[in-house]
């Protein structure tokens, strides 16, 4: 039987305190970012087997996107987002697409504003 699947793991609302943004002052101070990850790929054949060694390692995942937020610096949380979306679709071939999400709490904005976010999609070709 041929089967065509749209299938996806997500991870919400990793949080991370890192050092990004094009003020002085936010590289010092730091601030919270929150980070979604949704990852496309056929997992049919983990699901039907219960196997894990044919889907995606969470941690693996979460650990690249601690690494990217937590190690490097940027100006911009859309640079965050880009930096992750590709990483992941390097580093596990079996991805058709990741899709990253980066908020910024708070953002130094001259008002009221919860937060600031990014979205990216890397799609294999």
Do not use: Q, W
């Not at 299938?7 to 002052?25: C, T």
């Not at 590289?27 to 087997?49: I, W």
């Not at 889907?55 to 987002?81: N, P, S």
């Not at 899709?99 to 001259?110: G, M, S």
Request: aromatic residues 12%.
């Amino acid at each position: 039987m041929t089967r065509h699947a749209h299938s996806y793991v997500r991870l919400v609302n990793m949080v991370f305190y890192a050092h990004h943004g094009v003020l002085k002052e936010e590289h010092t101070v730091g601030a919270k970012y929150e980070v979604d990850a949704e990852l496309v790929f056929n997992f049919t054949d983990a699901a039907e087997h219960d196997d894990i060694t044919k889907t995606i390692d969470y941690g693996i995942v979460y650990r690249t996107i601690r690494e990217a937020l937590t190690l490097k610096k940027f100006f911009l949380i859309e640079a965050v987002a880009y930096e992750i979306a590709c990483d992941l679709l390097r580093d596990f071939p079996v991805l058709d697409k990741s899709t990253i999400n980066v908020r910024k709490r708070n953002p130094p904005v001259d008002g009221i504003c919860d937060y600031a976010e990014a979205c990216y999609s890397a799609i294999r070709h």
